[in-house]
């Protein structure tokens, strides 16, 4: 099983759960770093999308990696960097500013998920990347209940 060929997702995933992390553990005023976290991740995983420019098929052939895909892959990356360079100034004052940028890479997971339904080449995968696209729903629910001060 190539591993390597999910490395885009688990950095996304990576640095999704690193902001997360950083925005418990860093006060309010510090929590800008978790926009620079977000964007490494996410400019980690554009390059590794980039490098799997050719290739067809992958997991012993039960799921492509076609063009079409990757560049959709990419298109999700490219729209969610820009979402991230433009938040930090508006998010400023807001007390979820740390956890913003997990709930900005949780959906861009998601949405991938939507990409490797159309990507699998058998109803097994298929049905098996369906759980997957929970994945942007949960972190949005989960961090949006709360009301305590935590500075």
């Known amino acids: 099983m190539p591993v390597g060929d999910i490395v885009p997702e ?6 999704a759960v690193a902001a997360i992390l950083l925005a418990c553990f860093t006060p309010h005023a510090k929590q800008w770093i978790c ?10 995983a554009t390059s590794l999308c980039l490098l799997q420019l050719g290739t067809e098929l992958t997991f012993s052939g039960v799921w492509a990696l076609d063009g079409a895909s990757i560049w959709g892959r990419l298109i999700i990356l490219g729209t969610t960097v820009c979402v991230v360079l433009l938040s930090p100034d508006w998010m ?4 979820r500013h740390g956890e913003y940028y997990a709930v900005l890479l949780f959906p861009a997971l998601g949405r991938w998920s939507l990409l490797r339904l159309r990507t699998c080449s058998n109803s097994s995968w298929a049905r098996s990347s369906l759980p997957l696209r929970a994945t942007r729903s949960r972190p949005i629910i989960a961090t949006g209940g709360y009301r305590w001060k935590r500075d």
């Open 92 to 95: 400023k004052t807001d007390r």
């Open 10 to 15: 688990i950095a996304v995933l990576t640095a």
């Open 35 to 44: 926009a620079p976290v977000s964007l490494a991740g996410l400019l980690l």
